[in-house]
């Protein structure tokens, strides 16, 4: 018995392949239609030489293609290679020979960008399926590098294959791979076996109680016992958190709901049009446009029951808004990384004050450690490293010295340790401070940037803020805050000063402004902080003390 994500997903399509699986606008899939389409494309790949173990990328927006590419990768035990669709060609340069995938499904509007970067970089690339497009055939690229790789259309590679369910058994060393940005450096390989993934990211442990499932089928079976929860993902399929609410959904018998773009107040229509139950977004970055469209349209969200945000920055005053809104349905904050999987998650309760991420009630495999690997006291307010036990990645891909730094053993117990500081309160609870790489060392006292945006949100004038260091003669570096304001506000030190030090000590507190009309992140949501650092180097602040 092996618990991989095609399996899992098999097993719903076999109990369950009349219900609508995916919908985006007037397309749907039923799980019938999923199972074949991605049965076809699998002997594609399989026709293009992929074996077990075989990278496989897929460059694509939240499609319906995208879902049944993901699903056909799994069912050949390839792995799949996600890319980040506003890579410029140097990082994806980076992605394609670092994965060393052998077949790229793309979108046919990257095909220029594809094209470019196959002529600058040496893979090992003979493939391309490409999604969309107007023309009678998919364009070819150019250059001798280029020259050879066999170009064939996503549906023209459906037509030609079989449809049968005809793959080798599949195996518990199975692997997921998900290439992670982060806030800083290159992006990296997280290697997981499919069950270690399934079990912290997709209900192989229960979310309330942490009792694995033991049952391969029991997943599917009490969706097909049950009623369909309609999920929809916001985040773009790049970021692990979105693929693995679309797994979830898949697993039990679920329908997702996918569109290409974000919209703050075209998320309002799409959950009144498909009737969604569950939204998934990546804290403020999502959150707080999307909450501020609602306030000012008129929008039928009455099929809602949650809102659950993990990955990103979701602050106390954007959650209540949401609380205030949706009284009746519950505001899921969780924390989780590309190498921890889940963490611990916590339901908002209107009016509480916290900073930083949230404070979770952690599952039994989340701890907080000292740097000799010892548990910090609880309530003694003692900063620690967020770690996690049990299912864990297996490494960084083609990385070794990164992957023995942040998968380490202690005491005979095998760690990850993603980089995040921590505190473990007197209730068991876990508050977040932040990633230790962009910490602030202001005097000797270490500042983590999250936790000084959430208290800046605070302000009203704030709409979205990031927070860096920069070089201090006295002190090494002190707190500076690039700051988009609401409506082009731009409020002063003072009184943004005033907010900070209701939440946080005097040290913590901003002592330079920047002004920009738009903070910079990733498509998930994640702060970019070097383009921060940048904007604060390339020019003198507009207000500093």
């Known amino acids: 018995m092996a618990f991989t994500i095609a399996d899992l997903i098999e097993h719903a399509v076999d109990l369950m392949p009349e219900r609508v699986a995916l919908e985006s606008g007037e397309l749907s899939r039923t799980y019938a239609d999923l199972e074949e389409r991605a049965n076809r494309l699998a002997h594609a790949l399989l026709d293009a030489g992929v074996k077990p173990g075989d990278a496989v990328g897929l460059y694509s927006r939240n499609t319906i293609e995208a879902v049944e590419s993901m699903l056909a990768i799994f069912k050949v035990r390839a792995v799949m290679a996600n890319v980040n669709f506003r890579y410029v060609e140097a990082e994806l340069e980076h992605i394609f020979t670092d994965s060393g995938m052998t077949v790229l499904i793309h979108e046919d509007h990257y095909t220029d960008r594809v094209c470019n970067t196959l002529q600058n970089c040496s893979t090992s690339i003979t493939h391309r399926i490409v999604i969309g497009g107007s023309g009678d055939s998919p364009r070819e690229c150019g250059g001798e590098r280029a020259q050879g790789v066999v170009v064939q259309s996503f549906e023209d590679a459906i037509a030609a294959s079989s449809a049968e369910r005809d793959f080798s058994e599949r195996a518990d060393d199975d692997l997921y791979l998900l290439y992670t940005g982060g806030t800083t450096g290159k992006p990296k390989g997280v290697v997981w076996r499919q069950e270690d993934v399934w079990r912290v990211l997709g209900g192989g442990i229960d979310w309330y109680s942490g009792e694995p499932v033991a049952d391969e089928w029991q997943l599917a079976k009490a969706g097909a016992e049950g009623g369909q929860l309609v999920r929809f993902p916001v985040p773009p399929f790049i970021h692990g958190g979105s693929q693995w609410a679309i797994f979830q959904s898949l697993f039990a018998g679920g329908k997702a709901v996918v569109y290409p773009d974000f919209d703050a107040r075209q998320v309002w229509q799409i959950i009144e049009r498909h009737g969604v139950n ?22 039928d969200a009455s099929t809602l029951v949650s809102v659950a945000s993990s990955a990103a920055l979701f602050s106390p005053t954007v959650k209540d808004r949401y609380v205030a809104a949706f009284p009746n ?12 999987g889940f963490g611990g998650m ?14 979770v009630k952690a599952d039994p495999e989340t701890h907080v450690l000292r740097a000799d690997g010892t548990a910090v006291e609880p309530g003694s307010g003692e900063v620690g490293m967020l770690a996690r036990s049990g299912h864990v990645p297996l490494c960084y891909h083609n990385d070794p010295a990164k992957s023995a730094a942040t998968f380490v053993d202690y005491a005979g117990v095998r760690f990850s340790l993603p980089g995040d500081f921590a505190t473990l309160e007197a209730d068991g609870t876990i508050t977040m401070l932040g990633r230790g790489s962009v910490s602030i060392n202001s005097g000797g006292e270490k500042v983590f940037p999250e936790e000084v945006e959430a208290a800046l949100k605070g302000h009203p004038d704030v709409f979205d803020v990031s927070v860096v260091g920069i070089p201090d003669e006295r002190f090494g570096q002190r707190v500076a805050a690039v700051i988009a304001g609401r409506d082009g506000a731009r409020p002063s030190l003072a ?21 920009v009309d738009e903070v910079k992140r990733s498509p998930a949501g994640k702060p970019d902080y070097r383009w921060a650092a940048s904007i604060t180097d390339s020019r003198p602040a507009d207000e500093a003390e």
């Open 346 to 359: 916590s339901v908002v309760v209107k009016g509480e004050s916290h900073v930083g991420a949230p404070r």
């Open 278 to 299: 569950v939204v998934f977004i990546t804290g403020d970055a999502m959150g707080r446009p999307m909450i501020e469209a609602f306030e000012a349209g008129d929008y």
């Open 329 to 340: 349905a519950v505001i899921v904050d969780a924390i989780g990384s590309s190498e921890t």
């Open 495 to 515: 009184g943004l000063g005033e907010v900070v030090r209701t939440e946080l000590a005097g040290y913590k507190v901003p002592r330079a402004l920047w002004f």
